[in-house]
Nanobody, 126 residues
Framework: QVQLVESGGELVQAGSSLRLSCAASGLTFGTGVMGWFRQAPGKEREFVASIIWSGGSTYYANSVKGRFTISRDSAKNTVYLQMNSLKPEDTAVYYC???????????????????WGQGTQVTVSS
């Protein structure tokens, strides 16, 4: 059974940094993609970042480019999202997602991922 478990969300002040983690079990990533999405209150879920498991190519939403970094630890089947220079508009529930496919549509968040975590709350105060 596939399970994605996020951790690391908390309440921080604007300008702070946070690192989110997503531990994947039941999956082995020879190929595939893992990504982070977020959903703010009253808004639709949006793509944040993704990483192709094989090769490590990364993709980012324009709103987080230069501030957020996605990385992976293959030995631990874990993906991280390092978030720097946080802004109040980054406040959202952050979801980890995974898919065994890695076409560009998944990498850029246009295609729907198959596996999802339960989410972790990130709140940035001004």
């Amino acid at each position: 059974q596939v399970q994605l478990v996020e951790s690391g969300g908390e309440l921080v002040q604007a300008g702070s940094s946070l690192r989110l983690s997503c531990a994947a079990s039941g999956l082995t990533f020879g190929t595939g993609v893992m990504g982070w999405f977020r959903q703010a209150p009253g808004k639709e879920r949006e793509f944040v970042a993704s990483i192709i498991w094989s090769g490590g190519s990364t993709y980012y939403a324009n709103s987080v480019k230069g501030r957020f970094t996605i990385s992976r630890d293959s030995a631990k089947n874990t993906v991280y999202l390092q978030m720097n220079s946080l802004k109040p508009e980054d406040t959202a529930v952050y979801y980890c997602a995974a898919d065994r496919r890695s076409e560009i549509g998944f990498a850029t968040g246009r295609f729907k991922y198959y596996y999802w975590g339960q989410g972790t709350q990130v709140t940035v105060s001004s």
